[in-house]
Structure formats: structure tokens, C-alpha cells
């Protein structure tokens, strides 16, 4: 296994407010932990909901006695939304704040994937695939037939999301299970990324470039390069 991570202030915010973790070894009974977390609210607030759920979500998971990958990764959730909402509760600066959350581990030849929110988990094989559901008004939109897939990134409205830690007791993630195999790239990133990059655009660099960290680079620099209207995060993993 191979892996890469990189987060970017963006070209039009002036603090970034997304989070990342990459660990290629053990956290707790996993292998590795690999996460990305784009946080919402007022002065600093959204920095520090992401950066809350990435070392209380990591810390969970030291102590999990859970018996499955998936089981394990749910309860981490939880337990993560709690101390945000806590820390919320504690000053009004960081009343409303919350934060997405996309995290994969590698166990055993199988990808464990969960998220809630609308940071992205990608999958490169054959050609580049859209793990993740985004919980987002733009994807309920599309879902009800009301806009194309196509007309996601550009909609007024593609910043509404409709599920995220810290907004509500008992959050509801989605999991994953997808079984790997030598070769495969998964991109996790926040939504400053695949708003400003079609998937077409990512699946030409990751195609393209063999180096992760060259790789990673592009992708951001790219996202600049459209606009960089929000900050840009992303972990890539091959899996060798």
C-alpha cells in the first residue's frame, strides 16, 4: 500500500477549514485509516469541527471493542458527532458548527468506506467510479429527476448538504464494503475538488501520473486552476 495526502487553502478562502488523515499502519485493530473532513460555520468554527471529528474519530477507534470494521467505524461516528456537538455547546462563536466526513480503511483485501456529508470517496480501476453518495440537496435533485448528474457542480445550491456530524444526536452514515485488488487508487476528497474537477478531468490525471504525491499535486493544482473557490483536500491510497 501506497499513499499520499494534501490539503489546500484553496485561491478564494482566507482559512481552511477542511482536515485530512493518512496512516498506513495500525489505529487500533485496523490496518490503516485514511480520512478527509470539510468543516461548516462561522469564524474558525468550521476548522475546528473538522479537526475535532479527525482526532476524536482516530481516538475512537484506539479504543474500539467493537467486533466488526463496520460496527467499529459507526460507533467512531457517534462518538465524534458527540464532542463536536459538545464543544458547540460550550461557546456561541462555535454555535451551528459541523463538518463532513469521508474514511476508508484496508483490511483483510476488503475496503471498509464510510461517509456522511458530501466529501467523495472515488474508486480508479478500469475507470475512475464514484463510491460514495453525496447527502446533498443537488443529489436528492438528481435522485427525484428534477437536474441532471451533469449539472451537480454548477448548481446555486450544491453547498446545501442535508446530513453531516455536529447538526444533529444521532447522525446516520453510510458504509461501504468493496473488495480490492493490486492496483486499484481511491481518492478521497473534499467537495473543493469535485466541484471544480468533472470526474473526467480526474480519471485523465490519475491516469496519467504513476507518482501519488505528483498525482495529488496535479489534482489540487488543477482545482487552483478552475477557480479554487473552496479549500481543496485529498488522500489518495493505491493499493499495491
Not at 469564524?43 to 467493537?66: P, Q, T, W
Request: charged share 30%; aromatic share 4%.
Amino acid at each position: 500500500m501506497d499513499s499520499f495526502s494534501l490539503t489546500d487553502i484553496g485561491r478564494t478562502r482566507d482559512s481552511n477549514q477542511d482536515s485530512v488523515f493518512s496512516e498506513e499502519s495500525s489505529v487500533g485493530f485496523f490496518s490503516n485509516l485514511f480520512l478527509v473532513a470539510d468543516g461548516m460555520g462561522g469564524h474558525n468554527a468550521g476548522d475546528l469541527a473538522s479537526k475535532i471529528c479527525i482526532e476524536e474519530f482516530v481516538n475512537a477507534l484506539k479504543r474500539s471493542d467493537k467486533r466488526t470494521p463496520v460496527s467499529a467505524l459507526e460507533d467512531a461516528v457517534a462518538y465524534a458527532n458527540g464532542e463536536i456537538i459538545k464543544k458547540a455547546a460550550s461557546d456561541p462563536a462555535y454555535a451551528g458548527m459541523g463538518t463532513t466526513l469521508v474514511g476508508m480503511t484496508v483490511n483483510d483485501g476488503t475496503a471498509y468506506i464510510v461517509n456522511i456529508g458530501d466529501s467523495r470517496l472515488y474508486l480508479m480501476r478500469d475507470k475512475l467510479r464514484q463510491i460514495t453518495v453525496d447527502h446533498s440537496l443537488v443529489e436528492e435533485m438528481v435522485k427525484n429527476g428534477e437536474i441532471g448528474k451533469d449539472q451537480m457542480r454548477t448548481h446555486p445550491n450544491k453547498n446545501i448538504i442535508t446530513r453531516a456530524l455536529g447538526t444533529t444526536e444521532s447522525p446516520v452514515p453510510d458504509c461501504f464494503e468493496i473488495e480490492v485488488a493490486e492496483g486499484d487508487v481511491f481518492l478521497l476528497c473534499s467537495d473543493g475538488l469535485s466541484n471544480m474537477l468533472d470526474d473526467r478531468d480526474m480519471e485523465k490525471i490519475i491516469t496519467e501520473e504513476k507518482d501519488l504525491k505528483v498525482m495529488g499535486k496535479k489534482l489540487v493544482d488543477a482545482a487552483n486552476d478552475a477557480g479554487g473557490k473552496d479549500n481543496i483536500s485529498v488522500v489518495l491510497v493505491r493499493i499495491d
